[in-house]
């Protein structure tokens, strides 16, 4: 649901899935991509080659998706438009809950596109990044197809209950799957669990090989922590290296040397006063500006900086603040009331945003500190020169 379609100038990125369709869509030329993605409802997208559209059956109803296809160099991207996909927008592209009634209708119509366009081409592989598209396999049984399965956050699974008989068959229905299918490959206890689905294909189909971490620690991590996996033979690692970077490793190279860029530095001033103008914070060039940039939830630590910085603020007069996200689970939500309160009481000190917002880049480069207060990253230790002083954010394991 992140893409990236270079030559029309669309990009739907909030997080890792996007960084790594870009990545993807630049450095895998040799591999012939098929990319299905639905339409959002804030962007107009060009014409290319209709075709045919695809049917879906939701809760006994057939519904029709317009589908068209635009080929770009070895990637062929199968767009997607339907009121229910245009429903999200660039900024928004998931729906903000995963157990309603309305996700399980996106989710369902998604994974039978996806099934669909599966059969529409010659497919040697399917890629299953996270919970999203991992049912798309179960439309197509019995037959089945190769799997790998990238986690690049397992906190999320894709969850609606199944505690009664109605809630069972209601889920079903929705999905448009056998409850049979369901019991076998998708329950998990009283869940429907979507990320369940993607480990007991690979259980049941590939002798429980397939799945990656997206670092080199994270799929141990994941293996360890979350019972839907411990079917699974192991979950290997997938160590992101930057396609970009083609210089020789220097085994013997200090990395401790690191030179500072003064021209750099001398023009930090200038962006610190943008990003301050930005966030209607009071201009001072000696201000401590710190930034937190990310989803609003416990695995971010949102609450911790909410938690800390009303000392800090009080201890350190020239200390600045700058929150921005969306707003993900209840630790974030009395995180924003928490934010919001410190904007009322330190006024030009503080700016909370709970939502996703396109940031310029000056928001980063007239910072002094980046706050990752993450209790957990998929990506593993963080740690990112920052600031005008040299100070550093760090990510914990």
């Known amino acids: 649901m992140e893409y990236d379609i270079e030559d029309w100038d669309i990009r739907i990125k909030i997080g ?22 639905p339409c959002v409802g804030d962007i107009d997208y060009p014409e290319d080659e209709t075709a045919d559209p695809m049917e879906v059956k939701i ?31 660039k900024s928004e592209p998931y729906p903000p809950r995963m157990d309603d009634l309305h996700s399980a209708i996106y989710y369902s119509a998604w994974n039978s596109c996806i099934a669909e366009t599966m059969k529409r081409f010659p497919v040697d592989i399917y890629h299953i990044n996270d919970y999203h598209g991992a049912a798309a396999p179960l439309h197509l049984l019995p037959k089945t197809i190769p799997c790998c399965v990238s986690l690049h956050n397992a906190e999320f699974q894709g ?38 689905a993607a480990a007991s294909y690979l259980y049941i189909h590939q002798n429980g090989y397939g799945a990656v971490g997206v670092s080199k620690k994270y799929g141990k991590r994941s293996y360890a922590r979350y019972p839907i996996f411990w079917g699974l033979k192991d979950i290997g690692s997938l160590p992101n290296p930057d396609p970009s970077d083609t210089e ?30 930005w966030a209607r914070l009071n201009q001072d060039p000696n201000a401590e500006l710190f ?34 996200g969306p707003v993900i689970d209840v630790y974030g939500k009395f995180a924003a009331i928490k934010l919001n309160k410190l904007m009322e009481l330190y006024p030009g000190r503080v700016f909370s945003k709970p939502e996703f917002t396109a940031l310029p880049p ?33 990510g914990s394991r």
């Not at 996007?18 to 990319?35: D, E, P, Y």
């Open 159 to 196: 969850l609606w209950p199944m505690r009664t008989k109605r809630e069972r068959d209601e889920v079903c229905r929705v999905f448009n799957l056998d409850p049979a299918i369901v019991k076998k490959y998708v329950q998990f206890g009283d869940v429907f669990n979507l990320l369940h």
């Open 291 to 324: 930034v937190f940039l990310g989803r609003w939830s416990v695995q971010k630590g949102i609450d911790l900086i909410a938690d800390v910085f009303p000392s800090i603020l009080d201890d350190y007069p020239r200390t600045q603040l700058i929150c921005i």
């Open 16 to 37: 890792g899935l996007g960084v790594m369709a870009q990545l993807m869509g630049k450095s895998l030329g040799h591999q012939n991509l098929i990319w299905v993605v």
């Open 362 to 394: 000056f928001i980063f480069s007239g910072a002094e500190f980046a706050l990752i207060p993450s209790r957990d990253e998929p990506f593993g230790l963080v740690a990112v020169e920052f600031g005008r002083k040299g100070a550093l954010g760090v």
């Open 59 to 89: 809760l006994g109803n057939i519904y029709s998706i317009k589908v068209q296809y635009h080929i770009l160099r070895n990637i062929t991207y199968v767009l997607l438009d339907a009121p229910i996909f245009r429903s999200q927008t």
């Open 248 to 277: 020789d490793w220097d085994a013997g190279g200090n990395y401790n040397n690191v030179q500072v860029d003064h021209e750099f530095e001398a023009h930090r001033l200038i962006q610190k006063q943008k990003a301050q103008e």
